[in-house]
T-cell receptor
Framework: AQKVTQAQTEISVVEKEDVTLDCVYE???????LFWYKQPPSGELVFLIR??????QNEISGRYSWNFQKSTSSFNFTITASQVVDSAVYFC??????????FGKGTRLHILP | GAGVSQSPSNKVTEKGKDVELRCDPI?????LYWYRQSLGQGLEFLIY????????KSGLPSDRFSAERTGGSVSTLTIQRTQQEDSAVYLC???????????FGPGTRLLVL
């Protein structure tokens, strides 16, 4: 069975600090995809990144970066120099090649001015 | 192009009534997914369609829930004899093919009184 664990339920940091959101996944399949979604207060889920299981290269997009490590089954997400607009609930998710997405329970991030 | 749209955006109904929720996926997307998000909770998978068929109905909470998709496009989620515990935001997503990145609609907020 597949599972995604986001151990941090809620995090608060002061603006401009860096923050890392943890994600640990479980699957026996060798082919899978990992995602991060952002859900701002407006409620709509916004796609951030998709990574396949064969690509362990870290990725950076502006202030966002992702660290994928198969050895620890983790796909962590770091926001550098956080801003108030980054406040949202962030979901990590896992899917196999033809199946539903399994979401973690989300991490609520508060960026304090 | 247009994203995933859902209607209605909000629905208030009385316990015992039937409701229909509609989802218009992104044009050309063959896979369509329904999720439920209860207040403060993560996302719960309900059902997904590949074309007009639903290979995975495992997430439907009870036989009061059903869904269909016609013409490989619009989908409706029907809840019969609604109960108060059905109150939630119902999210629809579509992807070009199953397993690819899912793009979410704004959701339908259902309140059962």
């Amino acid at each position: 069975a597949q599972k995604v664990t986001q151990a941090q339920t809620e995090i608060s940091v002061v603006e401009k600090e860096d923050v890392t959101l943890d994600c640990v996944y479980e699957t026996r399949d060798t082919t899978y995809y990992l995602f991060w979604y952002k859900q701002p207060p407006s409620g709509e889920l916004v796609f951030l990144i998709r990574r396949n299981s064969f690509d362990e290269q870290n990725e950076i997009s502006g202030r966002y970066s992702w660290n994928f490590q198969k050895s620890t089954s983790s796909f962590n997400f770091t926001i550098t120099a956080s801003q108030v607009v980054d406040s949202a609930v962030y979901f990590c998710a896992l899917t196999l090649t033809d199946d539903k997405i399994i979401f973690g329970k989300g991490t609520r991030l508060h960026i304090l001015p | 192009g247009a994203g995933v749209s859902q209607s209605p955006s909000n629905k208030v109904t009385e316990k015992g009534k039937d409701v229909e929720l509609r989802c218009d996926p992104i044009s050309g997307h063959t896979a369509l997914y329904w999720y439920r998000q209860s207040l403060g909770q993560g996302l719960e998978f309900l059902i997904y369609f590949q074309g007009n068929s639903a290979p995975d109905k495992s997430g439907l909470p009870s036989d009061r829930f059903s869904a269909e998709r016609t013409g490989g496009s619009v989908s409706t989620l029907t809840i019969q004899r609604t109960q108060q515990e059905d109150s939630a935001v119902y999210l629809c997503a579509s992807s070009p093919q199953a397993g690819e990145t899912q793009y979410f609609g704004p959701g339908t907020r259902l309140l059962v009184l």
